[in-house]
């Protein structure tokens, strides 16, 4: 009996030309039957953006006799799955997977990240998700020490079936294949950054700025994806979108609201 | 002995002209020393996008003999919080809140939310913060049956500390003041947008799409914010910016990873 390939839905923040998704469709098409849905435009740092008050483009890149189907998206990765899903399959797919980013999104990166944004709403969705990055902000950064990793981590995604209610965020160190010790399954590092502003002037004598900032980590745990990243290791964080701090409830109990 | 007033940053994402966040600056001057950092212009639904690839500008609009200091951010809410701390302040104010949302931010909302993450922006920073919505879009909302309510879960969460990396996210429904029962701690409702698009034409023949959608919450919990909105209760959150789904690590730590 011919088992059914899975569906598998591509998408990125840094842009559907990005090498990082490149590599994550050479994986997934030895996996599963692909679809690309990508930003036309690099979406870094968009966190959960959606695009609600400007109207959206979906534009098919690929011809029709390559063996993917591909849509440049004018939104972000959010608006990427969603069109996706409702517009161009019209049913969920068995799996979506988002990146490579070109870049950690480890620790409190999880937050600002389009990348795992994306991978976030495929959960919301009912659809299980991973998120993939890899250590290093170049363009021209090299993924095929990882790609292995990747199609393990998929496999078993595939066959374990994720807990509900979780998408995974998947980080590489920057090494070589066989320099990386394993895979970890980690908790967020309780980091932040150190924010500072590049205050500049237009050559019209106004002010303006540049965000930069230092990651600082404080967080000494050996359970968490920077250690995990820092000596050697693959990290793998459960992500949730249920953001209730369950365990705060009873404390907040206690306070006098309802005089 | 004369006590400090705390200093409160305001912040939103309906823009700073917005009525909502008129409201909230009329109540916190009545309990602290305020400066108001808001977008120039709507950004609902930014998540929690940050500004990296442009050019931030920051402009006082309040005059010298203001009793409010306010400045205008070209950027989102998440960059009104940095640049307010970073730059303006140059040290933490002892609270920030974030509102009043036009509209809801309980339940799924919360992850789309440019209220939401300004206030989360602010906890990662140390900040306590508080994001307030109310459960009515028109700008034209009455805020006045819910000024009492502010005030009062302001100065509760001065008073009793808010617990180490929460924030909180208070939703109010669309009641007179004497019709709302009170107010109750809750969880996000897990629910979600069965997503629909609008398909249209340019006036040029090219395809293009709105984003719209039906909230579905199939969560029949008595502890949710939807219950409580729905019942006449505002709804209190405490919202975490730890993702790990740290149940969840056991059971991946079972998987064939690292065969």
Redesign the interface.
Known sequence: MKQEKPLILVTNDDGILAPGIRALISVMETIGEVLVVAPDK?Q??????????S????DKISGENDPIAEYSCSGTP??CV??A???ILKRKPDLCVSGVNHGSNSS?N???SGTM?AA?EAG???IPAIGFSLLDYDWNADFEPIKSFIK??TL?TLE?KL?K??VLNVNFPKLKENEIK??K????A?A?YA???D?RQTPFG??????TGKFVNEDKGEDTDEWALENGYIS???????????H??Q?????????
Request: hydrophobic share 40%; with cysteine.
């Open positions: 690099p870094s740092a968009m966190g959960h953006a959606i695009t609600i008050n109207t959206l483009y979906l959010v608006d969603k069109l899903v409702n517009e409190i999880v937050i600002y944004s976030v919301i969705e009912g393990r981590i078993e374990n807990p209610g979780i394993g895979i399954i980690c908790r967020q309780k932040y924010q500072k502003f205050k106004k002010d303006y700025y540049w965000l793998v964080v459960p992500v949730q979108f249920d953001l209730t701090a369950h705060a409830i404390q907040l109990n206690t306070w006098n609201l309802n005089e």
